[in-house]
């Protein structure tokens, strides 16, 4: 399985930037997809997950800003990023728990992709 990640850049403090990351090969089905960033010299954190059952998470930092979705059909998850600040610069990374079978699941990192944001 290979997460292909798309969309990040360069913007303005209070603009918006849309990420994209898409699932290809042996997939069952997708349990939680999430998005996580890494800024330089941080941990890496979450920013945002989502379940099959469509139940949200979002870290306190972005609530009311960025929202995350899925299409089971595309085995896609996105994440609209608006009203960008400073601190959002970072590497976003999509994360999925993918199901080979039923009974069988394992997770899944795609390749970061940077948005920076300046002020």
């Known amino acids: 399985v290979q997460l292909q990640a798309s969309g990040g850049g360069l913007v303005q403090s209070g603009g918006s930037l849309g990420l994209s990351c898409v699932a290809s090969?042996?997939?069952?089905?997708?349990?939680?997809m999430s998005w996580h960033r890494q800024a330089p010299g941080k941990q890496r954190e979450l920013v945002a997950s989502?379940?099959?059952?469509?139940?949200?998470t979002y870290v306190d930092s972005v609530k009311g800003r960025f929202t995350i979705s899925r299409d089971d059909a595309r085995k896609t998850v996105a994440l609209q990023m608006n009203s960008l600040r400073p601190e959002d610069t970072a590497d976003y990374y999509c994360h999925m728990e993918v199901l080979h079978s039923a009974n069988y699941e394992y997770e899944y990192w795609g390749q970061g992709t940077e948005v920076t944001v300046s002020s």
């Open positions: 989502i379940t099959r059952n469509g139940r949200l």
């Open positions: 090969g042996n997939i069952f089905g997708i349990n939680t």
